[in-house]
């Protein structure tokens, strides 16, 4: 029998069964992020190919959220989470023991940067992983602010929204949040704030914290932690530049402020490294994962030099964080990374990604900017290359045609479409996803 080849397309989509299902769902299901990137309605997945309701089979370069890094039901990670099943499903850590939660730290801190002491804090979604950071250096420090970066997503729960800053709408009638909380811009080199150019710019816009922000309006002695995103995710898959990080944390200490690394959505190998701090070279005090940690079961870990994370028992816990199910599949996936090199591969496909949208640019006016690391990376869309004005319908339009000629793709920031398959993604999948998205480019770049 001839092997089968990707995407495999059925039916037009939304098929029948996605269009009941919305039409079910429309009448009972709160509203969550509408308008949905597409009608699209997932009914099974395994490794990088997602099958939808109406049996259309598609290549992800999503990964569920950037969260199936290993991807969709490893069988290590079905195993173990089976095993795990029928030995204990819960005991809650927050007053007793198990040894999940233990042995799972002790891997973490075999892959997380830096020499320092660190002990580890379990929650149960990217957002509680950022609840407890914020707690934790709040309780070490006994500061009241934060500082935090326009662009930034942290999470939608109160403390977490209060430092995001990508949309308005995660705002609107929530005020007031988290007070103390203070934004700056974020280093988006390809519309830099201040109109300079890297590296001439000597990275000003770290000189305006301390110039302006601090002497302003942000008492530098008050401020906990400044929280970042190694490359910005939802805010357009942003990566600062080279020193970008080096210079930050010199600033963080000449006033004993900490550094908080969210890791959620770059971290656990996507951008060919563990974590993504790592191409940059400094220790952050404190470091928020969960998205890929446990293949789409429910964790977060929040993992802070053992100094910081001296508050009193009680300050903080939650009755599911370190859930012993989500603690095996987590153990799986390090140790599937590991064997199957895929932070190498993640890597060497990004190189190779990376090198096919340069080729793509030279024939198109609509692609601005390729940037990020790994197996994060995002194509920016602008209207033509001179202008640079970003192209916010044609970048849409590119992810829609996509999606109809089978191939799950998003896009973050105005205009920037996201790359972040599966760390398990081979070159052909890759090859028929470029394939799609320089297809749609090019009819999008015709008919718009
Ligand atoms: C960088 C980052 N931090 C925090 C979060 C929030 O995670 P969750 O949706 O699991 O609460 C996300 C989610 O997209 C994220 O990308």
Redesign the pocket.
Known sequence: MPKKSYPHMIIEPPGPKARALIEREDRIISPYNRPFYYPFVAESAKGCIVKDVDGNEYIDFNSG??VMNVGHSHPRVVEAVKQQMEKLIHYSYTDFRYPYVVDLAEKIMEIVPGDSAKKAFFGN??????EAAIKAVKWHTTRPYLLSFIG??????TG?VSV?ASSQKYKRRFFPLMPGVRHVPYPYCYRCTFNLKYPDCDLACIDYIDDVVFKKYLPPDETAAIIF?PI???GGYIAPPEGYFVKLKKLADKYGILLID?????GMGRTGKWFAIEHYGIEPDVF?I??GIASGL?L?ATVAKAEVMDWEPGAHCTTFGGNPVACAAAIAVIDTIKEENLVENAENQGSYITKRFKEMQEESKIIGDIRGKGLMLGIEIVKDRDSKEPGAKEANEIKNRSWMKGLLLITCGESTIRIAPPLVITRELIDEGINIIQKSIIEVEKEL
């Open positions: 959220l950037a979604s990217g957002a509680e992983g950022v930034a997503f942290h999470g939608r729960t977490a995001t995103e910005q995710g939802e969210d890791e959620i959505q770059a928020c969960a998205k429910s977060s």
